[in-house]
């Protein structure tokens, strides 16, 4: 095995919503886990364990939702729920939805979520992504340069919100 330089932590911030959703998949994995044991068991039950495609598949099943588990139970103790907007609502700031328009007049719209949530929806960008780390303290009209691995671009910000629901 190589050595690898440990990833960076990322940031402990997360919505509202983002943490009720991790905690309900915590919660839901319980059962399941209970059910995996159960046919794990019946599995190991039927004999000769090296040959056994059902013991193996569960072990590996129960392995990864024990993984899982364990990530979850630490993590949800580091994170640090963002749940009122800043008090200057002018600027991005974590929890922000930002439309941008690009140098080919292209416009996109991000919200800027902890690193838990970014796959929750398809416009959700982690604070700790490049595009986010370089719209955050900005204000509408503010054009900003991102490095990206595509290159550099420029955006320039068009509207900021902090209003909407929190069920996304």
Known sequence: MRWRPPSEKSSPYITAAGLRRLRDELAGLWP?????????SA?????DRSE????????KQLREMERRIRYLQK????????????????RVFFG?????????GEIDAYRIVGA????DS????SVDSPVARALLGKRRDDEVAVQVPEGQRHLVVLEIDYAGD???
């Open 116 to 119: 838990d949530e970014i796959g």
């Open 166 to 168: 929190e069920s996304d």
């Open 75 to 90: 993590r949800l103790d580091q994170l640090k729920p963002v749940t009122a907007p800043p008090a200057d609502c002018d």
């Open 32 to 40: 399941s886990r209970r059910e995996v044991v159960a046919a794990l």
């Open 122 to 125: 398809a416009d959700h960008i």
């Open 96 to 104: 922000a939805r930002v439309r941008v328009e690009n140098e080919a």
């Open 43 to 47: 599995a190991a039950a039927e004999g």
């Open 52 to 59: 056994n495609a059902e013991y193996i598949y569960r072990k």
